[in-house]
């Protein structure tokens, strides 16, 4: 059972645009949802975090839109510029897993100049 | 600060054969968790460390995979027995109050 779905699989965006990454989840429990950048041979850097009991967190370029009674949350980057190309990961964590993490199956996100 | 840092960053061993990685957390940090990422199955968990317990293994894909903490700081991943399937990065990370903060992986490569 896939507990986080992302999409898109993959995103092509210009620069200055907004780029639009989306997950859903399905256990109610959860109480973290952060978002990862992940350049290539480099480990996942946190971007972004957000706990349910707010809608919207904004940092910089970079907005995490959540939606409790949908079960979904997404990622916008504002701006988008060619630096920003990476691959993107949702995940969840919360109820009885504790800190562990499950991710979305990731994005990859292509900004071109 | 200094992050999570972990070796070898590669790794090349023969089928059949052991291996260990190693990962030193963020100096504090009590959670300690490994993850694997491959191609196919993207980021999985493995393992849960709180302080040298593990409470949560059930991520370990097979008996001839096992891990230990000591003195509440580094932590070994070792994989008995390589098989070409145990290709992948394996990451790190530690977590402080609620954020997990990555190492830069190990890549293993079987042949």
């Known amino acids: 059972q896939q507990q986080v779905k992302q999409s898109p699989q993959s995103l092509i965006v210009q620069k200055g645009g907004i780029s639009i990454i989306n997950c859903a989840y399905e256990?109610?429990?959860?109480?973290?949802f952060p978002w990862y950048q992940q350049f290539p041979g480099k480990g996942p850097a946190l971007l972004i975090a957000?706990?349910?009991?707010?809608s919207e967190k904004k940092e910089g370029r970079f907005t995490i839109s959540f939606n409790k009674s949908a079960k979904q949350f997404s990622l916008h980057i504002m701006d988008s510029q060619p630096g920003d190309s990476a691959t993107y990961f949702c995940?969840?964590?919360?109820?009885?897993?504790?800190?562990?993490?499950?991710f979305g199956q990731g994005t990859i996100l292509t900004v071109h100049p | 600060g200094a992050g999570v840092s972990q070796s070898p960053s590669n790794k090349v061993t023969e089928k059949g054969k052991d291996v260990e990685l190693r990962c030193d957390p963020i100096?504090?940090?009590?959670?300690l968790y490994w993850y694997r990422q491959s191609l196919g199955q993207g980021l999985e968990f493995l393992i849960y460390?709180?302080?040298?317990?593990?409470?949560?293994k059930s991520g370990l894909p097979s008996d001839r995979f096992s891990a230990e903490r000591t003195g509440g700081s580094v932590s070994t991943l070792t994989i008995q027995r390589t098989q070409q399937e145990d290709s992948a990065v394996y990451l790190c990370a530690s977590q402080g109050a609620r954020e997990q903060y990555f190492g830069p992986g190990t890549r293993l490569t079987v042949t």
């Open positions: 100096s504090g940090h009590t959670a």
């Open positions: 256990n109610t429990a959860f109480d973290y």
């Open positions: 460390f709180q302080g040298n317990s593990a409470p949560d």
């Open positions: 957000i706990r349910p009991d707010v």
């Open positions: 995940a969840v964590s919360g109820g009885t897993s504790y800190g562990k993490l499950t």
